[in-house]
């Protein structure tokens, strides 16, 4: 009996979620950055065992996290005479009207940018370039220590020959190295956005040509590995190491075709795809029913990418980001995170750096005993969270620098990350001259349904939708990409019990101001279509916790989805 698997790697956790004979199983395991095909594996393992698979679709999130993180490899330009700045010069405009920006850094070091003498014409070439001097070029580029090596020349786009030339003067005598033309990663005629979105590419290239070799040789119950793109398709592993870039969105790619299908049978056309993992949160704005695509997305700041996505934005802030404190008292979420080594505090792996699931543990927004998934045998696999780690670091590098209670700080960190999110979502909706008060909110992700009340009412939306194994959600949506555009939305209503019905229990959660209220947790396993209730209150299911604050009311509505609407 085969088996269709999808699967996502994130920088914190790899998720998979397998469909055989109707049956749904569902395996959250850390990932693991030095070699991320070992918890590859591992994910599978625990799913299928040494059965077949016929289909593999693998969405990641790791060109995202790399590139929001600026944790890619060191990239040598080589371009033409005089154009060595393009990418710091970028363009004239502001994006804020008041203010200061951040300060911006190029992806490849201006002492890594180099210049040969070469010249053409948006119709042609008007001065060959000497493939000896490239030779030369790249030779010191590689002595330098770069890992990939990007060609990046004036109209390139309509006019490749003298890019091509170069890139396979270097590749005949490096045929073993990295090695990218710009107007093959991208075709658009505009050097700044053709050469930024190059040297992502390159940026991100030495990452995922090492995990996806890994991953095929670990991966032997399949012939069938497909890799989820930015704009929703489905590619062969080579076809995405010859252009990593376009990996740069495959996560939230996956998760937003999965809540387009999900929105799509509960008929509503306009909603928010909201997905905040352990590292990065992703928002993709939907007013008529179906996800819009650009060329014109940037990611983190000052890096656009010219290839064609869905028009996803993406931030580093999620459960795993860290929290400083500025010179001036201002609390700052992301966009660096801790990742799945050594991970938050709460994991008693480190203790200098708080991050905002340790703020949501102290405030009793999860729990200790953290139920990342279910086994094949039914049994949940947890983590035990360590609250006393947690309250000593929060303490040393938030609440006493601000001079505040630990509670208060992490109120603090949550309303900074609560509309670090909004904001960005209100962005797009300025942007899209959208009404927010008439879209629904589609929160998943690890840390999605956590966050979303607060989120939501930042915005002025009304509704929440979270859909069943919320924090694995892009592993399923991957399903549902592309050529596997075959499995429907009903693919979620299976469930298997956890170890039988959990009783009723509570725990105090702090919401507000201070203010600790005794909240009945429940587990959503037990929840069947119909059941309701008002707020406060914590519902937990493996992988996920959706918050319900005093002010919302929640019902479990059509495909077991869970709504929560705000009084």
Same mark, same amino acid.
């Not at 995405?240 to 870039?245: F, H, I, S, T």
């Not at 999965?258 to 590292?279: I, Q």
């Given at each position: ?73 060191? &990239? ?438 201070? &203010? ?52």
């Amino acid at each position: 009996m085969s088996t269709i698997v999808g699967i996502d790697i994130g920088g914190t956790f790899t998720d998979l979620v397998s469909l055989s004979d109707g049956k749904l199983k569902t395996v959250k395991v850390a990932s693991t950055p030095l070699d991320f095909s070992v918890g590859f594996s591992e994910a599978l393992g625990l799913a299928v065992g040494e059965g077949s698979t016929s289909d593999i679709v693998h969405a990641t999130t790791v060109a995202t996290n790399a590139l929001i993180q600026r944790k890619g490899a060191r &990239v040598g330009m080589i371009t033409t005479e005089g154009f060595r700045d393009i990418l710091a010069l970028r363009r004239r405009d502001r994006r804020g009207a008041y203010g200061l920006e951040t300060a911006f850094a190029p992806l490849v070091p201006r002492l890594h940018r180099c210049e040969v003498v070469e010249r053409s014409s948006p119709d042609g070439t008007l001065v060959p370039v000497d493939v000896e001097e490239v030779v030369a070029t790249a030779a010191d580029l590689w002595g330098a220590g770069v890992d990939a090596i990007l060609v990046a020349f004036l109209h390139s786009a309509t006019s490749p020959e003298n890019e091509r030339t170069a890139r396979d003067g270097i590749r005949s005598r490096w045929p073993d190295r990295l090695v990218f033309a710009s107007h093959e990663v991208a075709d658009v005629p505009s050097e700044f956005e053709r050469f930024s979105t190059g040297s992502a590419s390159a940026y991100v290239a030495p990452l995922i040509e090492t995990y996806l070799a890994g991953i095929q040789e670990k991966v032997t119950q399949t012939d069938s590995l497909q890799v989820v793109v930015s704009d929703g398709g489905l590619v062969d592993p080579q076809t995405a190491k010859d252009n990593p870039v376009r990996t740069a969105l495959s996560g939230p790619a996956a998760g937003v075709w999965g809540a387009h299908a999900v929105c799509e049978a509960l008929d509503t056309p306009a909603f928010v795809a909201c997905d905040m993992g352990g590292t990065s949160f992703d928002a993709c704005l939907v007013s008529d029913g179906n996800p819009a695509l650009t060329r014109e997305r940037e990611l983190a700041f000052g890096i656009p990418l010219a290839v064609e996505m869905l028009d996803i934005a993406t931030i580093g802030a999620g459960g795993g980001s860290i929290v400083t404190v500025s010179a001036a008292g201002v609390v700052e979420v992301g966009p660096e995170g801790v990742g799945a080594d050594p991970g938050p505090a709460c994991y008693g792996r480190q203790v200098h750096r708080a991050t905002v699931t340790d703020a949501d543990l102290l405030l009793g927004r999860i729990s200790p005993t953290l139920r990342l998934s279910s086994s094949v045998q039914g049994d949940p696999l947890v983590r035990e969270l360590h609250v006393d780690t947690a309250y000593k670091t929060m303490n040393e590098r938030v609440a006493a620098p601000l001079g505040v209670s630990v509670e208060e700080a992490a109120e603090l960190v949550l309303s900074t990350v609560d509309e670090k999110m909004a904001g960005q979502i209100r962005q797009m909706a300025l942007h899209n001259r959208a009404d927010l008060s008439t879209f629904a909110l589609f929160a998943y992700g690890g840390a999605g349904p956590l966050h979303a009340a607060g989120i939501a009412t930042s915005l002025g939306m009304p509704r929440i939708i979270v859909p069943p194994n919320a924090g694995l959600f892009s592993a399923w949506g991957g399903l549902l990409t592309g050529t596997s555009k075959t499995h429907s939305v009903a693919d979620i209503l299976p469930r298997t019990s956890v170890n039988g019905h959990a009783d009723l229990q509570s725990r105090s959660v702090v919401f507000s101001e201070g &203010v600790s209220v005794e909240c009945a947790v429940i587990d959503r396993l037990d929840l069947d279509e119909g059941a309701s209730g008002v707020g406060s209150c914590v519902i937990e299911e493996p992988g996920a916790t959706t918050v319900v604050p005093p002010d919302f009311d929640w019902r479990v509505g059509r495909e077991n989805m869970l709504i929560l609407e705000r009084r």
